[in-house]
């Protein structure tokens, strides 16, 4: 069974521009989570998807960042514009219930 | 959910049990305990969660005191490849209540050598 995968694996943009970022969860899987780990910090939540619908966005830290999930399946996390201190990993995970498996993450570095 | 307390470090032989440590005395009744672990550079990984009953999977043994205040996650015989960042989490699970986000803390280091 193919895990949580996402895409790009790395990505180096300028501030100022615009970066998306792509998870495709386990299949069947309905909820659908976005974390990040900024550099020296703790690995922060972002937001939870239900299938298409936003459970909790409680984490996305500001209007730059907008998640979608249509369709229920994969998701995108758009960063517009992208600012130097966007850059880390960011890691998204899906789950059929409770335990939540994670990808191996894209790392962003804004310049 | 409720914080928990972590050492930062531990060191462990290779072969030899590792047990981590965690504290969560605001736990409340409806809370699971959950365990995580990042090895370098990886996505978190999925250990074992349990509510109040010890628990033991192909991975690792998690005990839970009585009182629910803390708990030890045991690897029984460690190896150089279980060297990973460990996360307690607390937090509630599906059915009937919100759930959904891990709250990770600084977790501890576990270091396994030869």
């Known amino acids: 069974e193919a895990g949580v995968t996402q895409f790009p694996s790395h990505s180096v943009i300028e501030k100022g521009q615009t970066v998306t970022l792509r998870c495709d969860p386990i299949?069947?899987?309905?909820?659908l989570y976005w974390y990040r780990r900024v550099m020296g910090k703790e690995i922060k939540f972002l937001l939870h998807?239900?299938?298409?619908?936003?459970?909790?966005e409680s984490g996305m830290p500001n209007n730059r960042f907008l998640a979608e999930r249509t369709g229920g399946t994969y998701s995108t996390l758009k960063v517009q514009p992208a600012e130097l201190e966007d850059s880390g990993v960011y890691f998204c995970?899906?789950?059929?219930?409770?335990?939540?498996?994670f990808g191996p993450g894209t790392r962003l570095t804004v310049l | 959910d409720a914080k928990t307390t972590q050492p930062p470090s531990m060191d462990c032989a290779e072969g030899r049990a590792a047990n981590l440590p965690c504290n969560h005395s605001t736990i409340s009744g409806n809370e699971y305990v959950y365990w995580y672990r990042q090895i370098h550079s990886q996505g978190p990984q999925y250990i074992i969660h349990g509510l109040k009953n010890n628990e033991t999977n192909e991975m690792a043994s998690l005990i839970i005191t009585e009182d629910r205040k803390s708990s030890t996650l045991i690897l029984p015989h460690a190896t150089l490849r279980d060297t990973a960042v460990y996360y307690c989490i607390v937090r509630l699970n599906a059915g009937g209540t919100s759930y959904g986000k891990l709250t990770f803390g600084q977790g501890t280091i576990l270091t396994v050598h030869p």
């Open positions: 995970a899906s789950s059929p219930y409770n335990e939540q498996f």
């Open positions: 998807f239900v299938k298409e619908s936003k459970q909790d």
């Open positions: 299949s069947g899987h309905d909820n």
